[in-house]
């Protein structure tokens, strides 16, 4: 992710004489991480964990640190946050008998390493440590990740949120828009709430239906592309027979291994597949072994029914070497929560987290 204030020159203009960027029109970047500590500071400090429930007794304290960056950027009334921080606090314990004697007090921390636009959906990493070892101090920090950590993760919820919407930009975006910019907010409505009706055929992921292969209309046409969504393209080489990455794309057993996370794949036309702990779902349209996979995809972070469709193509030019072509259609500009990194963040996890690990962990590097 790109540091704040080292955007490229050619998107960001010069400020005018009297400091007034009309109606947003012009790409305007705003510093939010001030605003950040601040806001994090206001969520998190001195919340009661438990008060009594147990003999015991614990609250976070006013002591919570935020490093890293975070960003707005806005042109047109459009929203787009970039943050990429840590974040600590501290809370205290104290545990007591049925006549109400303090046992012991003790003191620890909550760490949240990474935090980060690219994952706005996901649920951070959170370590919740104790500052010393005995039975009395490990019983309350258990308690805290029982009863604290659903806590805090709540609050970590509203400052994504709070990004999402603007940060501190939002009131000038509102100010904009009061003044006739026009401008309209990233945010989508999502129809969360509506039901969700099958039809004969589909198939279901988790919660999500996906509709049945369409033969006809399998392969994805780069040329057909919709207003709000974007078209990826990749080529990447390997050094390995065309049968050796086809067997590894459709396995979900090396799946495992190589991205150390969850999957499951079907190696049927029409069949499902889950990958990524299931942040990425889709079925299988159209499978040529060793030559062609054609998959309808989708993040879970999208909006409801929103899918891509994926193409990968394996050539051999020369005996060992295969070459992948990816093209992935309809990838869609923002998610469901108005982040607009969606096709920045899909290109990079095919190259880093998909086709670089292949190479890393089975050997198939040139």
Request: with cysteine.
């Amino acid at each position: 992710m790109a540091k704040f204030g080292e955007g490229d020159k050619r998107w960001i203009v010069e400020e005018r004489a009297d400091g007034t960027n009309v109606h947003n029109w012009h790409w305007a970047e705003k510093d939010c991480l001030p605003w950040s500590k601040k806001r994090l500071a206001q969520l998190l400090q001195n919340i009661d964990i438990l008060n009594g429930e147990g003999g015991l007794w614990i609250k976070t304290t006013s002591a919570v640190e935020v490093d890293g960056e975070a960003y707005v950027n806005i042109r047109k009334g459009k929203i787009i946050p970039g943050y990429e921080i840590s974040v600590k606090l501290g809370w205290i314990g104290e545990a007591k008998d049925g006549s109400g004697n303090s046992l012991a007090s003790v003191e620890g921390s909550v760490d949240l390493p990474y935090i980060a636009d690219e994952n706005a959906n996901d649920v951070p990493e959170l370590k919740v440590s104790v500052r010393e070892e005995s039975a009395v101090a490990q019983r309350l920090r258990e308690a805290f990740l029982v009863k604290g950590k659903p806590v805090v993760l709540e609050k970590i919820a509203q400052y994504v949120k709070d990004m999402a919407a603007g940060g501190p930009a939002k009131d000038e975006l509102a100010e904009g828009v009061a003044k006739g910019g026009g401008a309209k907010s990233s945010n989508n409505n999502n129809n969360n709430d509506k039901p969700v009706v099958k039809a004969a055929g589909t198939e279901t992921v988790g919660k999500t239906v996906i509709p049945p292969p369409n033969p006809k209309t399998a392969a994805p046409n780069p040329k057909a592309q919709k207003e709000g969504f974007k078209t990826i393209t990749l080529t990447e080489r390997f050094h390995c027979r065309p049968r050796d990455l086809y067997s590894v794309l459709l396995d979900e057993k090396r799946w495992r291994a190589f991205t150390q996370s969850a999957a499951k794949i079907s190696t049927q036309e029409g069949g499902t597949f889950s990958i990524f702990d299931g942040a990425v779902t889709g079925i299988n349209m159209q499978l040529q072994e060793d030559k062609l996979i054609v998959q309808r995809w989708r993040f879970s972070s999208w909006a409801d029914g929103q899918y891509s469709n994926v193409c990968l193509t394996l050539e051999e030019p020369e005996i060992g070497v295969t070459i992948v072509k990816l093209t992935q259609t309809e990838v869609p500009e923002e998610d469901r929560f108005g982040n607009a990194t969606v096709v920045e963040n899909t290109e990079r996890g095919w190259r880093d987290l998909i086709f670089h690990k292949i190479r890393a962990v089975f050997g198939y590097g040139l």
